[in-house]
């Protein structure tokens, strides 16, 4: 959709933005040797199918299975020793959850993660292991974030958002970052967005390490906010979007990346879900990886020619990789 | 099974064995450049579900997504001007086939595949992607080592089995070579088990480049051939066991594989489907990575502490992983 395409403002440093790329590359130092520095992977295949040559960044084999213990250590990290003692909050039925627990471990503070009671065994039990206290909630009687924000108050902690925070941001920024600083300067870079913390954080780190490269977001169909918040400049929202991408269903960006979206992205992109079926399909059965709905976004976008890769020198990010085997071999049975 | 378990002879060269060490040395030189160096990946958990250090070398990531293509190319590598000429012909229904036909487009040689004709059509389809005619055949009314060998005589072609060969051996040792190359030496050094080309060639790799690792081989339950060969000293065979580790299948060890297997392995141990399914789930689930049933051969011996991990160094070969991913799914769904 090239002629409804957004152009961003000049990339000069904006002081009234929330956060800046410097804040990136302090991230990378502090994340230096507890965050993996996952694969770069390629595949002649996918180049062929794409036409250029594609640098699949894959945070699947990040620590928890996916890119959130960036942004999750960096804002831990940053705690007062007072904020440490008395511990983190965090709220969510996904990949956010076991970073922050993660981290805490980690850090050696307390952690406090408020989870649907209908969460998986498997997810509540890896937030556990991670020595986390669970608050479970019933989705159809509570506001998350209200009983969040009570326990917070009540217990004095501090709260961490899964991506509304510019520490959170910037430390996912690092992905992106890491993934220039090893295979060289890129013409686009293709990166998944649910709250956009991943894809501005990621603009950033290119807009010092590759200025030309245009950046592109990836939504699903169903939550296409961000693409419509980008061409109307106004901040859209959707309820509840049915897809299978679900780290891709928050209902909108928030305050900290919707003015770096609008100011550091070129274009946000939709796909619908056979499409990422598709490109799951690719990524596992030719790859050999396994990615996670929302981690196969960009992927899905490049290979259905949504995102034209003209230039040659395409990055991806692969954000996840923390889906239900059994689910997902349902989903292959029947596309 | 200690008090069975078998003690090889001493390993100084035997050259009334049919492929030596340096042989592997020499494969590794011509696969150079051409065979991926495929990553070697370390997992917390897994060390402390086994108890050791272990080092995952990933064939899954190989070309044509396993082992096979190593040795393979090693061989048609190695063909004459006049042989090269007329082509080479193979009969597989799994990854010898997409093996060979891959090299010998690389080697610009003509490739005769006799496949059954109830293959699925991905394989099918991969395999004339390469280039090679496609021969099927009723597995119901031919025996397709008979075929084979007709066309080959008809046609003027040389016949590469998909193990019993020494320059097939030499070449799937490189895999083990790789390994050792990279971590350094092991203490224990474990291998799937089919008709023993991985197995031993890698044993011959380690017998150079660490000389104290035990090398131990894997079987599933219904396939114990080789397990019992080695025990007694004499070939034995089973018939199509029941197991999901199709790469597995093979009636016996061969001519070559055979003497080799008893000169340089330690013990070849058994484990059950469900025990493949465990450890295929951990390996999806947890690494990420898309592994077959008999590529987790070695992980699971691991993983159900059938193999003594003492020593703290254990290498295990992930030999591939091509797999249905929906019939992959059902399993995990039932296990």
Wanted: charged share 20%.
């Amino acid at each position: 959709m090239p002629d409804q395409s957004h152009t961003p403002p000049s990339r000069a440093t904006q002081p009234d933005l929330p956060v800046q790329p410097a804040d990136v590359m302090a991230a990378a130092a502090r994340l230096d040797g507890l965050a993996h520095r996952t694969p770069v992977l390629t595949s002649r295949t996918a180049n062929e199918r794409v036409g250029a040559k594609v640098f699949f960044k894959c945070e699947n084999f990040q620590r928890v299975g996916a890119f959130k213990f960036r942004g999750a250590y960096n804002a831990l990290s940053q705690f007062s020793p007072m904020e440490k003692e008395r511990g983190v909050i965090a709220y969510s039925s996904g990949n956010h959850a076991q970073a922050i627990a993660l981290s805490a471990q980690l850090l050696g503070m307390p952690a406090t993660i408020v989870m649907p009671k209908n969460a998986p065994d498997v997810k509540l039990d890896a937030t556990r292991g991670y020595g986390a206290e669970i608050v479970l909630y019933d989705p159809e009687t509570t506001v998350r974030e209200e009983l969040a924000a009570e326990i917070a108050d009540e217990r004095d902690l501090t709260l961490i958002p899964s991506f509304d925070h510019p520490h959170v941001v910037a430390g996912q920024g690092t992905a992106g970052k890491e993934l220039i600083d090893e295979v060289g300067e890129l013409d686009t870079l293709v990166v998944c967005c649910g709250g956009g913390g991943l894809l501005s954080g990621c603009a950033m780190a290119a807009d010092v390490l590759s200025p030309d490269c245009r950046i592109i977001g990836v939504e699903p169909d169903a939550g296409d906010d961000a693409a419509r918040s980008l061409r109307t400049g106004t901040l859209q929202t959707v309820t509840n979007p049915d897809t299978i991408a679900d780290g891709a269903r928050t209902p909108s960006l928030g305050e900290v990346t919707f003015p770096l979206v609008l100011h550091y992205v070129d274009d946000i992109v939709t796909v619908s879900d056979e499409a990422l079926i598709r490109a799951m399909r690719f990524l596992w059965e030719r790859m050999k990886i396994v990615v996670e709905p929302t981690g196969a976004l960009a992927a899905a976008a490049l290979f259905e020619g949504i995102v034209d890769p003209s230039g040659g020198r395409v990055g991806a990010i692969i954000s996840g990789g923390n889906v239900d085997l059994a689910r997902a071999g349902r989903w292959f049975a029947t596309t």
